[in-house]
């Protein structure tokens, strides 16, 4: 047993750097003797304070305030039959945290995650009949896998941050810190201040676009955060998830990827004819994207392959689209837009901007370096075809740019069947097509409102109407317990700045460096703004419904800095 010892008592003289009357300049006994705590001589001790509730700096017992060692020293940590009290409280105390099992587990998670580990509630668990503990490494190792898949399917780091920590905290690991990268998964659990921790974590090497698996996961997290799923069963349905093919065949993902880029010309004033072409030259680009991909080329080279078929059939209707029938009013501009909205990296330009609002800057820059590359891509291949378009004397016209086309019904039709197509492509469940074709059309006619009627700007009006699209989304994501992704990434497509990024390549082709550099930023202004509307419409529903703890003030941010 250890023994206290108290030093400087007032009976002991000692040495204070001069001999005076009385006193005897002596060596103390031990170094022990001057301790940086002991008081003057002369200066009486101060009574023992008693414990502050709450404080880490109570004394261990009254035997040691007294400088007595005859009794046991009791310890100042409860055994495991008390409540435990936290060391750390302050005085004042803390907010208390509620998290209502009533709550949507996507806010009481993100609650939770949001608040210092040390002010968390305790897990509310149904009882368990074992008294070993909870499984760590494999609660651990679930948790990874769950947010793998979540990850690698698009969503944003801190919803994904939230589903894990909703995993380990429904199996009883409440003192979890998750960690998310953009290819890096990790979390710790810390059992107790005494305990060591246990880390794990995880790689995410493979990425894919499929919201019907993404669906499942998120119904699987609803059963495990309420302790409807034990982990063997969790396990199960995870396997299960992986296993199960994607919903749509090849041939319909091709023929989608068509009828997108068909749709997406008539947009812009395209006709019959210029639908059938750019839905040719969208299948050619993804029937090659396919076969570059099966050889192993990186995604860089895929999105270049994508691109240059349909810039080739605007360049061939340009040459030879006089031999057709009304070939005459043939836009080869809307062709090749066509083709670009099929490629335009929206999802990730959206989860990069979304994860970037919400603090996580690694991720998001990560993000959107990923989208500039796959922009690049695409640059490099439409560019190469247009050269050689320019070369052999194909007359592309740039003053398309400043004929505004306005046909509502074609146009609200085209959104539509854009939006539908988009969703066949990122592989939705089919029970939501339609509600998701709906949701585009909304976007388009604000849009069109905002823009046509209302002479707003094009940026400001593509704002707005993302904005609904993220408000949509999350209250249709929170009423089917589901992820907004869904509902929120395929009604983005009729926003996408296809023409404007066109007649800017096209314009860096004829040497107009100017005009390319104005149109480009443009387009780049347009993608901003469909990504933060997109984001802020969900912020808006955030605050429509009610955060776990009663009110908006229980709610915490995501940085809670001061700018400085």
């Known amino acids: 047993m250890t023994e206290y010892r108290r030093t400087g008592d007032i009976g002991r003289t000692g040495d204070i750097g001069t001999s005076g009357v009385g006193m005897q300049s002596t060596k103390p ?34 035997g040691i305030a007294s400088g007595t060692t005859s009794g046991p020293i009791t310890s100042p940590h409860p055994s495991p039959s008390q409540p435990f009290n936290n060391a750390f409280t302050p005085p004042e105390g803390i907010p208390l945290v509620r998290v209502g099992a009533d709550a949507p587990w996507q806010d009481r998670m993100r609650a939770m995650v949001r608040t210092p580990v040390a002010e968390r509630p305790a897990p509310e668990l149904a009882g368990r009949t074992d008294s070993g503990g909870p499984p760590v490494p494999r609660i651990l190792d679930l948790t990874l896998r769950i947010g793998e898949l979540l990850l690698a399917g698009g969503e944003g780091a801190e919803d994904v941050e939230a589903a894990m920590f909703g995993v380990a905290h429904a199996y009883g690991l409440d003192r979890c810190e998750p960690t998310v990268t953009f290819t890096l998964l990790s979390i710790s659990h810390q059992p107790s201040l005494i305990d060591d921790p246990v880390t794990a974590s995880r790689t995410v090497r493979r990425r894919g676009t499929d919201y019907t698996r993404l669906a499942a996961v998120f119904r699987l997290i609803d059963h495990i955060t309420a302790h409807e799923a034990t982990l063997e069963e969790a396990y199960r349905s995870l396997a299960e998830i992986r296993r199960n093919r994607h919903p749509y065949p090849g041939w319909l993902l091709t023929a989608a990827a068509g009828v997108l880029a068909g749709a997406a010309s008539m947009l812009v004033g395209g006709n019959s004819a210029v639908f059938i072409v750019a839905a040719l030259g969208a299948m050619l680009g993804d029937r090659l994207a396919w076969l570059c991909a099966g050889r192993g080329l990186p995604e860089f080279y895929q999105f270049v392959a994508a691109a240059m078929p349909a810039a080739a059939m605007g360049v061939l209707m340009t040459l030879y689209g006089s031999h057709l029938p009304g070939g005459s009013h043939v836009q080869s501009s809307a062709v090749i837009t066509g083709g670009l909205y099929a490629l335009i990296p929206g999802s990730a330009l959206v989860a990069g901007v979304q994860d970037g609002l919400t603090g996580f800057y690694i991720t998001a820059s990560a993000r959107l370096l990923e989208g500039v590359y796959l922009v690049v891509g695409i640059v490099v ?29 074609v146009q609200l039709i085209a959104a539509m069947l854009v939006t539908l197509a988009f969703a066949v492509l990122l592989q939705c469940q089919r029970s939501v097509l339609a509600v998701v074709a709906l949701n585009g059309g909304i976007a388009w006619v604000t849009y069109d409102v905002l823009h046509f009627n209302a002479h707003i700007s094009p940026i400001a009006a593509t704002s707005i109407a993302a904005g609904l699209v993220g408000l949509f989304g999350q209250l249709l994501s929170r009423y089917r317990s589901a992820s907004a992704l869904p509902y929120v990434t395929a009604a983005i497509g009729p926003l ?64 809670r800095t001061r700018g400085f």
Do not use: C, W
């Open 29 to 62: 006994e031990s170094d022990e003797a001057h301790s940086a705590f002991t008081p003057p001589l002369g200066v009486p001790l101060p009574p023992p304070s008693s414990a502050l509730e709450g404080s880490a700096f109570a004394p261990l017992a009254s």
């Open 381 to 409: 291949g439409v560019t190469m075809v247009l050269y050689f378009g320019v070369s052999v004397g194909a007359r592309l016209n740039p003053e398309q740019t400043l004929q505004a086309y306005h046909n509502p019904l």
């Open 496 to 559: 996408l700045p296809g023409s404007a990024t066109y007649f800017g390549l096209l314009a860096f082709t004829q040497g107009r460096q100017d005009a390319g550099l104005a149109s480009l930023g443009r387009a780049a202004a347009l993608a901003l703004a469909v990504a933060v509307g997109v984001n802020l419409g969900s912020e808006i529903a955030r605050l429509t419904i009610r955060s776990p703890g009663g009110g908006p003030a229980r709610r915490r941010a995501a940085k």
